[in-house]
């Protein structure tokens, strides 16, 4: 069965620091681009950032609102994504998700696979 | 950063009816080497991950209700429920993946009337 299990979800203060990680089976996670998304209670999705594969480079990519404060990685051996965040604001509360990218004959679709979130809470 | 608008924010559809969700984008999506629009739509339910349910702008994802039906190019895209459904109840929501960030819409929720 393909998987995403995000973990390392929690309460922090602002200005803490905090590491998810998303483990993945089920499919090659080797070769899948994997992103983060986050939603706040009762509002959208926002993209977080993502990082590319080996062969990419794992080039990583991030919103502007998190540039700077969280850093995505992976180990593949591992077949995991993490998600390091840090200097968090209040603003980072949300659910975040851990997607791969779907390869549709050879090209790019959507965000086929989603894990069901961890909670992350930033107050005093 | 590419901005992604949805029309409208709500809507109320009676069962069997058709629910017709707008997206547009502040600049075209489709990638010119290949022909392919990146834009997909999710299905969010409450308590639930989103749901890939169109890729391509138009594609329909494997196991996905032939109810659904995805179409537009360049800025302007349409997500259709041909026959909604009470299982269809959810928010959904487009989102552009031609260049990071991969910004999403807002959301459209849609109910039962």
Known sequence: EVQLVES???????GGSLKL???ASGFTFSVSAMHWV??????????????????NSYATAYAASVKGRFTISRDDS????????????????????????ASRDGYQGGMDVWGQGTTVTVSS | DIVMTQSPDSLAVSLGERATINCKSSQSVLYSSNNKNYLAWYQQKPGQPPKLLIYWAST????????????????DFTLTISSLQAE??????????????????????VDIK
């Open chain 1, 8 to 14: 390392g979800g929690g309460l922090v203060q602002p």
């Open chain 1, 21 to 23: 990680s998303c483990a």
């Open chain 1, 38 to 55: 986050r939603q706040a209670s009762g509002k959208g999705l926002e993209w977080v950032g993502r990082i590319r594969s080996k062969a």
């Open chain 1, 78 to 101: 591992k077949n995991t994504a993490y998600l390091q965040m840090n200097s968090l604001k209040t603003e980072d509360t949300a659910v975040y998700y851990c997607t791969r990218h």
């Open chain 2, 60 to 75: 329909r994802e494997s196991g996905v209700p032939d109810r659904f039906s995805g179409s537009g190019s360049g800025t």
């Open chain 2, 88 to 109: 269809d109840v959810a928010v959904y929501y487009c989102q552009q993946y031609y260049t990071t960030p991969f910004t999403f819409g807002p959301g459209t929720k």
